[in-house]
C-alpha cells in the first residue's frame, strides 16, 4: 500500500496501462504536456507523444477520433478537460460511442475510456462546475463510473480501460488532491459492484463521489445521535449494483441518496424509482433525496457553497427520515 | 495613431490600456493576499486590442466575449468596483455574484454573454449580427475570442453562415501565441492549427481578413474601422487577427507577478526593466504606446505618471469597496434560474 | 474495366430494387439512395484494397457494395430481418461490415468526418500500410466535425482520404444557400491537404484521383481530399418528391448519368460490345432479384434482442 493523491492513483493506472497494452493511448488538450491537474504528468516523457497525444481545442473531433479508433480495436483513454465540455462532443459520445456496438449487431467493439472532471470548487461558475453524470445514465451503451477516493480512481479507471465498452470515468475536481492508500501494482475494481464504506443499522445512506466524503462525515455526527447510519457508495452508477443497496435496505428500511448534482432528474431520481419497483416492501419511510438546488453553480464562494449540498443539509435528511417529521 | 487623435482621446487610451493593466495586477495581488478568486485568465499584454477596438464602437453595438473578459468589459466602460466586486463574488457584482470572472457580463454595455467555454462567444456574436441585421439596426456585433477558437468546428460553422447572410460581424481573434514565449517550456499551449497562418483559414469564406500587431494601436484602429464600416455598409463580417505575445505572468489557471508590476518609466528608462524580461515588455503594447505618446510630445514623463496614480488610486478604492461589499443572500442562488 | 461496370450496376439495381421494395413496404426505414452517384462508390472502391477501411454516411448502400458487402446481408439489414450485416439491429443509415473494411455508416451528418478520423489514426498506428477513406456529402462541408478533422488528419498525417460527394443539394437545399463556397476542396486546402475536383460521374477519373491519393497515404503523405462532383436522380430520402429541382436540370444530368455513360465510352473504345453490355446489367439485376429473394426468407430476430449487444463483452 502506498498514500497517493486521487490525482496521482489516476496517473499510475493511466502509466501501468499504457505499460501493459501497446493498444492504449492517452488524447486530449494538453495531455503531453500534463493536463491542467496533473493527470497524466510524465506520461509523454514514458511513452512518447506517439501515444500521449496532444489534439486541437476540438472536442467533437477528439472523441471521433477516439470512437473510431476504438472500433478499429485501440483502447483509446480521452481526457475531456471539464464536463462543461463535454457538451461539445456529445454527437460523437452519445449518438456513435454508445451505439455502434448495437448499431453493428455487436461487430464493432469501442473499448473507450473518457476520463472527464467535474464538480462545483473553486468559483469556476456555471461553466465549469456542473456534474452532468445523469445525461449519462440516460444513454444505453455507456458505462459511468464515480471514484469517490484514490484507491477507486485507481480501480475503476483500470477496469474501464480494459472494459470492451465506453466508460466515463468521472473524477472530482476537489478530489483531485486528497491522499488515501491505494493497492501497490495492478488495482481494478470490477465495474459494478458498490462499496459498503460504513455499516449501520438504522438507514441506507447512498452517496457517490464526493458526497461520500460528506456522507462519512455525517454518519459520525449521527452516531453521537444514536442513528446508526450505512453509508453505500455505488461507484459505478451504469451498471448500478442495486442488489448492494437493497440488501442494506432489508436491513434498515430507510433510504437517503445523495448527490452533488442537481435534485431534478438526477442519478436519485432513478434509484429511487428503481428502489421502489424492487424493494418497496422493505421500505418504513419515505426516500429521500439530497442534491444540488435545480439552478445553475453560481460563481460567488457563498452562492457556491449555498448550492453545494453540505453535511448539515444531509443530516437534516437523514434525520427526518429516521426520526419522522 | 498620434495623426488620427487628439491629445485628449491618445490620454483616454492610455487611460483605459493603465485601468486594465493596473485592474488585473490588483486583482493578482488580492489573490495572494489569501482572498478566494478562484482560476481567472488575465489580458495583461493585450489590453491595446480591446481598448483601441472598443473605443470605436458606437452604444448600440454588441460584445461577445470569454474568459478572457476583464479588459473588454473596462474598455466599454464597466465600473471597475462592480467588476471587481462580481470576481470577488459580492452581490454588488454585476451579476449578483452568480458570474464571476468567467462569466462576467454586463449587459447594458452591449454584453451579449461572456462564454467560458472555446468557441462559445463566436455563434452568439453571429446571432447578434443576425438579428441586428433582420431589424435593421445599424449595429454591428464584435466578438472577441482566442486562437485556440480556430480548432473548434463552432468558428467555421459560425463563419459560413456569417458569409453567407452578409451579417455585421467583426471576428476579433486575439491570437496571444505568438512568439508563444513559455511555450517550448511546456507552461502553457499555442495554437494547433495545420495552417502556415491563422487568417488562412478565413480565406475559404471570402471573408475579409488581416492580421495585425495587437500591441499597436494605430495598427489595430485601422483595421477595425474598415471592418466596422464594411458591416454597417451591409458589406457583411471582417476577420481580424490581433497578434500578441503571451505575458509569462499568464499561466493557465492561476496568473503571477512573475515580471513584477509593470513600471510605466519602462517606457523612457528602458534600463529599469528586468533583464529577464527585457523582451516581453520590448514587445508590451502599453509600455511602447507609452514611449509614442513620449517621443510624440503628446505627454511628458510626469503626466502619465500622475494618470497613472489616479488609476491606480481609483482601483485600490474599487478593490476596497469590493473587499468590503457584502457577500449575497445564500437564498438568492436560486434566484434567476428563469426570466 | 467490366468489373466497374459491373459494381455500378449492382449498385443501381440494388437501391432499385430497394425503392420497389419500400414501395411494397418489405424494406423499412429512412432510405437515401445514391442513384446518379454510383460512379463514386465504384471507382474508390476499386482504388482501395480489401484491407483498407471505409466509414460512410446516411447514403451508404453504394459504398458497402462497392467495398464487397454481401448484397443479401444488406437486403436483409433493410428488411430487419436477422441475417441482416448487423442482425437487424443497424437499419440502412448504419450499416457495419468490418471484415469487409466497411467499417460504419453512420446517420450524423459530418459525425461520420470524425469518426473516420480514429479509424485512419488507428491505420497508421497499425502500421500495416492500410488507409482510410471516409464519404461525405457537400451537407456536411458546414459542419465543425468536418472541420476540426481536416485540421487533425493535416496537423498528424493521417492516411485519411476524404471523399466529397458534391451532389449539390445538402438534403433540400441547394449548396449555394448553404455557403458561399461552391467546391468543398477549398477548405482542405486550407490546411495544406491535396486535393482534387473530378467530374464524379466519371468512374475512370474517380479511380485515378484515389488511386493517387491512396499511394500518398500509404507512403506517409497524409491525408488528401477528393471532391467528386456529381448528381442525385432522387430524392433526398425515398418519398421526397424534390419538388425544390427544376426538371431541366434532372434531365440534363440524366444525360450525364454515370453507367450508360461509361458503357457507351467502353463499347465506343470497342473494349466490349453492345450485348456484352447488357449481359453484365443482366447478370447484376439477376444477383440482386436473387439476394433480395434470399433476404427475405430470412428469420425475424427474437424480441430478446431488443436489449443483446447493448455492450461488448
Redesign the interface.
Known amino acids: 500500500m502506498a498514500e497517493l493523491t486521487y490525482i496521482e492513483a489516476i496517473n499510475s493506472a493511466l502509466r501501468e496501462e499504457l505499460a501493459r497494452d501497446r493498444g492504449v493511448y492517452v488524447i486530449g488538450e494538453d495531455v503531453a504536456l500534463g493536463g491542467p491537474f496533473g493527470a497524466t504528468k510524465g506520461l509523454a516523457a514514458e511513452f512518447g507523444e506517439r501515444r500521449v497525444v496532444n489534439t486541437p481545442i476540438s472536442e467533437g473531433a477528439i472523441m471521433g477520433l477516439a470512437t473510431g479508433a476504438a472500433a478499429m480495436g485501440l483502447r483509446p483513454v480521452i481526457e475531456v478537460m471539464f464536463v462543461d465540455f463535454i457538451t461539445l462532443a456529445m454527437d460523437q459520445l452519445v449518438n456513435h460511442a454508445a451505439k455502434l456496438h448495437y448499431m453493428s449487431g455487436g461487430q464493432l467493439g469501442i473499448p473507450l475510456t473518457v476520463r472527464v472532471q467535474q464538480g462545483a470548487a473553486g468559483n469556476g461558475g456555471a461553466q465549469h462546475s456542473q456534474s452532468l453524470e445523469a445525461w449519462f445514465i440516460h444513454v444505453p451503451g455507456l458505462k459511468v463510473v464515480m471514484p469517490s477516493n484514490p484507491a477507486d480512481a485507481k480501480g475503476l479507471l483500470t477496469a474501464a480501460i480494459r472494459d470492451d465498452s465506453p466508460v466515463i470515468c468521472i473524477e472530482h475536481r476537489a478530489l483531485y488532491w486528497t491522499r488515501g492508500e491505494v493497492p501497490d501494482g495492478e488495482h481494478t475494481i470490477p465495474i459494478g459492484r458498490a462499496a459498503l464504506r460504513r455499516p449501520g443499522k438504522d438507514v441506507t445512506l447512498v452517496a457517490t463521489s464526493r458526497m461520500v466524503e460528506v456522507a462519512l462525515e455525517v454518519a459520525g455526527t449521527l452516531a453521537n445521535e444514536g442513528i446508526e447510519v450505512e453509508v453505500i457508495d455505488p461507484r459505478s452508477l451504469l451498471p448500478l449494483d442495486l442488489d448492494t443497496i437493497t440488501a442494506s435496505l432489508r436491513k434498515t428500511g430507510r433510504l437517503v441518496i445523495a448527490h452533488e448534482a442537481v435534485e431534478g432528474a438526477g442519478f436519485g431520481a432513478e434509484l429511487l424509482a428503481q428502489v421502489q419497483e424492487a424493494a418497496f416492501d422493505y421500505l418504513d419511510a419515505p426516500i429521500a433525496r439530497v442534491g444540488a438546488p435545480f439552478a445553475p453553480v453560481p460563481a460567488s464562494p457563498v452562492l457556491e457553497q449555498a448550492f453545494v449540498p453540505g453535511a448539515e443539509r444531509l443530516a437534516g435528511a437523514v434525520r427526518k427520515v429516521v426520526l419522522g417529521a | 495613431m498620434t495623426s488620427e487623435l487628439n491629445q485628449q482621446e491618445a490620454m483616454e487610451l492610455l487611460r483605459t490600456m493603465l485601468l486594465i493593466r493596473r485592474f488585473e495586477e490588483g486583482l493578482i495581488q488580492t489573490q495572494k493576499s489569501g482572498i ?4 481567472f485568465h488575465v489580458y495583461i499584454g493585450q489590453e491595446c486590442t480591446g481598448a483601441a477596438a472598443i473605443a470605436l464602437l458606437e452604444p448600440q453595438d454588441k460584445i461577445a466575449t470569454t474568459h478572457r473578459n476583464h479588459g473588454h468589459l473596462l474598455a466599454r466602460g464597466a465600473d471597475p468596483r462592480r467588476l471587481y466586486a462580481e470576481i ?3 452581490a454588488a ?1 454585476y ?9 462576467a457580463t454586463v449587459a447594458g454595455l452591449g454584453f451579449l454573454s461572456t ?6 462567444a463566436v455563434p452568439l456574436a453571429v446571432g447578434a449580427g443576425f438579428a441586428a441585421k433582420q431589424l435593421g439596426e445599424r449595429c454591428v456585433s464584435v466578438g472577441f475570442f482566442g486562437d ?2 480556430l ?7 459560425s463563419l ?1 453562415m456569417a ?2 447572410w452578409k451579417l455585421p460581424v467583426v471576428f476579433m481573434c486575439e491570437n496571444n501565441s505568438a512568439g508563444a514565449l513559455g511555450q517550448s517550456a ?1 507552461e502553457y ?1 499555442g ?6 497562418q491563422l487568417i ?2 478565413v ?4 471573408v475579409p481578413a488581416s492580421a495585425v500587431d495587437g500591441g499597436d494601436p494605430r495598427a489595430v484602429r485601422d483595421v477595425t474601422q474598415q471592418a466596422l464600416a464594411r458591416a454597417r455598409n451591409g458589406g457583411g463580417p471582417t476577420f481580424i487577427e490581433a497578434r500578441t505575445v503571451r505575458w509569462p505572468g499568464s499561466r ?2 492561476w496568473p503571477e507577478l512573475s515580471t513584477g508590476e509593470t513600471d510605466v518609466a519602462f517606457a523612457w528608462e528602458p534600463d529599469r526593466i528586468p533583464m529577464a524580461h527585457r523582451d516581453w515588455f520590448a514587445n508590451d503594447g502599453l509600455i511602447r504606446y507609452v514611449r509614442q505618446l513620449f517621443d510624440a510630445k503628446l505627454a511628458n514623463t510626469k503626466e502619465i505618471l500622475a494618470l497613472d496614480a489616479t488609476v491606480r488610486a481609483d482601483l485600490a478604492k474599487a478593490m476596497r469597496f469590493a473587499i468590503e461589499a457584502p ?2 443572500d ?5 434566484d434567476d ?1 428563469f426570466a | 474495366m467490366l468489373r466497374l461496370l459491373r459494381t455500378m450496376w449492382t449498385i443501381r439495381a440494388f437501391e432499385e430494387k430497394v425503392s420497389e421494395l419500400f414501395g411494397r413496404r418489405e424494406v423499412h426505414g429512412l432510405l437515401h439512395l445514391s442513384i446518379g452517384q454510383e460512379a463514386v462508390a465504384a471507382g474508390a472502391c476499386a482504388a482501395l484494397r480489401t484491407t483498407d477501411r471505409v466509414v460512410s454516411g446516411h447514403r451508404p448502400h453504394g459504398h458497402a457494395i462497392a467495398k464487397g458487402v454481401d448484397i443479401a446481408s444488406l437486403f436483409a439489414e433493410l428488411a430487419g430481418r436477422e441475417t441482416g450485416c448487423c442482425r437487424g439491429k443497424g437499419g440502412s443509415m448504419h450499416l457495419a461490415a468490418p471484415t469487409t473494411g466497411f467499417v460504419t455508416a453512420t446517420g450524423i451528418v459530418g459525425g461520420n468526418v470524425a469518426l473516420a478520423l480514429g479509424v485512419a489514426f488507428a491505420c497508421k498506428e497499425r502500421e500495416k500500410q492500410e488507409v482510410a477513406a471516409v464519404f461525405f456529402g457537400d451537407g456536411a462541408g458546414q459542419s465543425g466535425a468536418f472541420h476540426e478533422s481536416l485540421n487533425i488528419a493535416a496537423l498528424w498525417k493521417l492516411p485519411l482520404l476524404f471523399i466529397c460527394e458534391n451532389n449539390g443539394y445538402a438534403e433540400f437545399t441547394p449548396l449555394s444557400a448553404h455557403t458561399p463556397i461552391s467546391q468543398l476542396a477549398r477548405h482542405a486546402e486550407t490546411y495544406g491537404i491535396p486535393s482534387a475536383t473530378v467530374d464524379g460521374n466519371d468512374v475512370l477519373a474517380v479511380r485515378t484521383a484515389i488511386s493517387d491519393a491512396a499511394a500518398r497515404a500509404r507512403a506517409g503523405g497524409g491525408p488528401s481530399f477528393i471532391e467528386c462532383m456529381t448528381y442525385r436522380l432522387r430524392g433526398h430520402y425515398e418519398g421526397d418528391p424534390a419538388k425544390y429541382r427544376e426538371l431541366s436540370e434532372l434531365s440534363d444530368w440524366k444525360t450525364k448519368d454515370p453507367i450508360r455513360r461509361f458503357a457507351a465510352t467502353l463499347v465506343k473504345k470497342g473494349t466490349c460490345t453492345h450485348e456484352q453490355m447488357r449481359a453484365v446489367e443482366a447478370e447484376a439485376r439477376a444477383s440482386v432479384e436473387a439476394a433480395a429473394q434470399k433476404a427475405s426468407t430470412g428469420a425475424w430476430p427474437s424480441v430478446d434482442e431488443v436489449t443483446t449487444l447493448v455492450y461488448a463483452g
Open positions: 478566494s478568486i478562484g482560476h470577488l463574488g459580492k457584482g451579476n449578483k455574484g452568480k458570474g464571476g470572472t468567467l462569466h462564454s467560458a467555454l472555446v468557441g462559445g485556440g477558437v480548432e473548434e468546428g463552432v468558428f467555421f460553422e459560413n458569409s453567407l511546456g499551449p495554437s494547433t492549427i495545420a495552417t502556415k488562412d483559414v480565406a475559404p469564406f471570402g493557465p489557471l457577500y449575497p445564500p437564498a438568492s442562488a436560486l434560474v
